[in-house]
């Protein structure tokens, strides 16, 4: 996985749940792409257009509560999201999205510090997050090494295939 | 552990520090954990099944620790879930596990511990979100999604950080129809549905333990509308006595207690002497009002899911409706949890009760709780539900409304057609 992705910002609020990114009817669907088609439909339809060219979610508190389908970060990746950033995740989510190889970062004051269309660069390694519309930047802890390994394999499949194989 | 050297935990911690083989764990530790039983449903399975084949171990680690249940599209209402069905059959099959059908079993939170799964003290990994259900029971127990159930089909480990703990202390007696759903309502309302955020929450007090096992579930599975990691109960004699004859290994309840110097985060108190029912109002669990405060129509009236779809449930729903017909222009579903649950409530005559004032019975199933199918709302209809979530979309249109209340409260709703405190509707009929 590119440790560093850059993108402009679509912006929520607090307490998104994974209902509203993916509604309980397309759990039937196994494609991830079909998925993708509906991600984020319960707030707003036109979601995946914006997507599609690569963006990067910045959400408020709780991001990704109730639910634990892992269809809803299924549908964000393959819809064209790069990485989310909230202030805080609803923790079935932040695991899912790192099994699956989607970056989730937990960084405190961020929903105050972009808005929509600003163009951001976030560094996992580092930690860094840049904002290159306003010059504003941000440093967060990095995760645990063995979680940064999952996301650098690509995720917790690739990681176990690859640690089984060692063996 | 009576050690004065040894430090003190809450039950989670001690569960948690078993299962990773040491004599003591903290809030913020990552522990590597062994997983008693890993159970996957009909719209999670098909998914870790995907991943479990392509880390290319051949067999799952222990057959006797995974648990299949179909329950959210079934029977199956579309093709596609007819083949999602198809694929958990088969891996059952292959695998040799645990697999609840069709008219076998239920919805997985009831199944589990009615067939025995759960057991105090044990770790248990669910890949559904309201798998926190069994720390009812003292379990450690915590919902995670597909690809990490197939991670621990392969490894029969997993993960954890040790969370922080709230202690919520429960205190009183509830008056007349006015039940845990609304003491959990009440706690959310207060706490936040962020309130308990990568936390465990531990439910103590008088109240808890005068609190029937039906009781205790409908608290627990909902913890995780207020953030929590786990909801647990510290078990008694209640929980001994619903156990028996399900589960076959005597669990040690003893050493099933927090220790009285266990370190909290945040202690809360509740009394429910006072309580009144209440009603979470769209489109958030936290948005809990006194039902009084709550004028409104509805077209929908749902009494079911793993909150609220127990015997206790559908006895006290119909103890409302007896004798009274659901209101011309509602459709009033009641689904009950579990086939044993159904069958108990057709020995009672409460199939036919509600049958007898115009609500639908279904089969066994997740039903509208998450909009897959069975019940689901059009765009501007309202319905108030039992179950656990009134996001956006949850029960089909994203125009739609759902409210969340009692079991008694439901029922009273149907027969005059909108939100209804139950005590008022029977002071009505006297």
């Not at chain 2, 969340?404 to 909108?418: C, E, I, M, N, Q």
Request: aromatic share 6%; net charge positive.
């Amino acid at each position: 996985m590119n440790m560093k992705v850059s993108g402009p910002v679509i912006k929520f609020g607090n307490n998104i749940d994974t209902d509203v990114i993916l509604p309980g009817k397309y759990l039937i669907l196994v494609d991830p792409y079909d998925l993708a088609k509906h991600a984020l439909e319960g707030l707003d339809p036109a979601f995946p257009a914006k997507a599609k060219d690569g963006v990067i979610i910045v959400g408020g508190k709780n991001f990704g509560c109730g639910s634990s389908r892992e269809q809803a970060p299924l549908a964000l990746k393959y819809s064209g999201v790069k990485c989310v950033i909230a202030e805080s995740f609803a923790r079935i989510f932040f695991r899912n999205a790192i099994n699956i190889g989607l970056p989730v970062i937990e960084c405190k004051g961020i929903s105050e510090a972009v808005s929509d269309g600003d163009q951001l660069t976030v560094n996992f390694e580092t930690g860094k997050i840049e904002n290159a519309t306003n010059g504003k930047t941000f440093q967060v802890p990095k995760l645990p090494s063995f979680i940064q390994t999952i996301l650098s394999d690509g995720g917790l499949i690739e990681n176990l295939q690859r640690r089984i194989n060692k063996k | 552990m009576e050690n004065r050297e040894d430090k003190n935990m809450n039950i989670t911690e001690k569960i948690l520090a078993k299962a990773s083989g040491k004599k003591s764990v903290s809030p913020g530790e990552i522990v590597d954990a062994n997983v008693d039983v890993v159970m996957v449903h009909d719209l999670t399975g098909p998914l870790a099944v995907e991943s479990f084949k392509k880390i290319g171990t051949e067999k799952v680690w222990d057959n006797k620790k995974v648990v299949v249940i179909l329950d959210h599209q079934v029977p199956a209402e579309s093709v596609k879930a007819a083949e999602l069905h198809k694929t958990m059959r088969q891996f059952a099959k292959d695998q040799k596990l645990r697999i609840y059908d069709v008219g076998r079993g239920g919805i997985c939170h009831q199944v589990m511990p009615e067939q025995g799964h759960v057991v105090p003290g044990t770790v248990i990994v669910g890949a559904d979100s309201h798998t926190c259900t069994y720390g009812a029971f003292g379990a450690f127990a915590t919902g995670i999604g597909s690809t990490e159930a197939a991670a621990v089909m392969a490894t029969g480990k997993i993960w954890l950080k040790v969370p922080e703990a709230i202690k919520i202390d429960v205190n009183g007696k509830f008056g007349k129809y006015v039940t845990a759903k609304d003491l959990v309502l009440n706690i959310i309302g207060k706490l936040g549905v962020d309130g308990a955020i990568y936390k465990s929450a531990e439910f103590t007090g008088q109240t808890m333990r005068e609190m029937s096992i039906a009781g205790r579930m409908t608290i627990c599975n909902m913890a995780v509308e207020m953030g929590a990691k786990n909801g647990i109960i510290e078990p008694d004699a209640t929980t001994k006595e619903f156990l028996q004859n399900r589960v076959k290994k005597k669990p040690d309840f003893a050493s099933l207690k927090s220790d009285k110097d266990a370190v909290y985060a945040q202690t809360l108190e509740f009394n429910v002497s006072k309580l009144e029912p209440q009603v979470a109002c769209p489109s958030s669990v936290d948005k809990v009002k006194p039902v009084s405060e709550v004028d409104m129509p509805i077209d929908q009236a749902f009494i079911g899911s793993c909150t609220n779809g127990r015997l206790e449930d559908l006895r006290l729903a119909a103890q409302v409706i007896k004798g009274k017909k659901v209101k011309d222009g509602v459709r009033a579903l009641v689904i009950p949890a579990s086939v044993e649950v159904y069958k108990q409530a057709l020995a009672e005559g409460l199939i036919e009760t509600f049958t007898e004032a115009g609500a639908v019975v279904c089969g066994s199933a997740c039903g509208p709780c998450l909009g897959g199918h069975i019940g689901l709302l059009a765009a501007g209809e309202t319905c108030v539900s039992t179950s656990n979530r009134n996001f956006i979309g949850r029960m089909g249109s994203t125009q739609a409304s759902v409210f969340l209340a009692s079991p008694a409260t439901v029922a009273a709703s149907a027969v005059t057609g909108k939100i209804t405190d139950p005590r008022k509707l029977e002071a009505k009929a006297k």
